[in-house]
């Protein structure tokens, strides 16, 4: 059984250690049987054929503007694959590129592939700290996903956009609005940084599901891990994130 995933602008786009959110989703993927055919996709590069699973990750402004124009560039092929249920996962910079455009703090507006119903411009403070989110990912699953932030922007959804959750302490998409990431049918975005996945087992097989889902037409029954260090990872961070999270 195989995934294949496009991890988009590796070289670029990869602060706090959201590579580590590949290494996450090998791990569980292999011992399950299944392999990640992960193929790395640079500026210019085609993006693989057939792929169920697109990772974008973080990145400073300076490096958002490097690949803005290439990734808007692509903002119809990804549109495409979200609609036939290819999963996303896209964090905090990455998040910020698929909506419609990022206005950074130079005043810059950098394009956005225009894939999820948002937009985002840059504030005078950046929005750090542990954040803790209630969210559900299946209907009546009611979750929560822990992380940490650090970013300028201020995410706007549409009206009539879905959030990824709701924020139980932290600052989310812009402080105000009491919501966090954004999703579209399989396509998440979320500025939980971390990286996001090791302390979230449960996003992480949700995610490796819908897309073997995508690849193969049925939704596996993915045999559960022992996920006890992972478990005690989520727990301290909710700690933390009650302890010194920003705005509750
Ligand atoms: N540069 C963007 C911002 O400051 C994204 C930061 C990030 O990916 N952590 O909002």
């Not at 292999?30 to 169920?52: F, K, Q, S, T, Y």
């Not at 958002?64 to 990804?78: F, W, Y």
């Not at 750090?128 to 300028?152: K, Q, S």
Request: net charge negative; charged share 25%.
């Amino acid at each position: 059984m195989k995934i294949v995933f496009a991890h988009l602008y590796p070289d670029y786009l990869n602060i706090y250690a959201d590579r580590g959110n590949l290494a996450v989703l090998n791990g569980r993927a292999r011992r399950r049987g299944i392999e990640l055919d992960v193929h790395e996709v640079g500026l210019r590069d085609p993006l693989p054929d057939g792929a169920d699973f697109f990772y974008i990750g973080g990145g400073q402004d300076r490096e958002q503007a490097l690949v803005a124009p290439d990734l808007a560039e692509r903002g119809q092929a990804l549109s495409d694959a979200v609609a036939s249920g290819a999963v996303v996962l896209a964090v905090c910079g990455g998040y910020q590129l698929l909506g419609r455009f990022y206005r950074d703090r130079s005043g810059h507006e950098q394009p956005g592939a225009g894939v999820l119903p948002l937009h985002t411009v840059a504030g005078d403070t950046r929005l750090i700290g542990d954040v803790l989110i209630d969210c559900e990912l299946e209907p009546g699953e009611r979750r929560t996903v822990v992380g940490f932030e650090n970013h300028a922007g201020r995410t706007i959804l549409d009206a009539d956009a879905e959030p990824l959750g709701r924020v139980v302490v932290g600052f989310g998409n812009d402080g105000q609005s009491g919501f966090e990431g954004c999703r579209l049918g399989n396509a998440i975005g979320t500025y939980l940084h971390g990286p996001l996945l090791p302390r979230n087992p449960q996003l992480a097989d949700w995610l490796l599901a819908k897309a073997v889902l995508h690849a193969t037409g049925s939704l596996p029954h993915l045999e559960p891990l022992d996920d006890d260090i992972e478990r005690q990872a989520h727990a301290v961070s909710s700690a933390r994130a009650h302890a010194r999270g920003g705005r509750r």
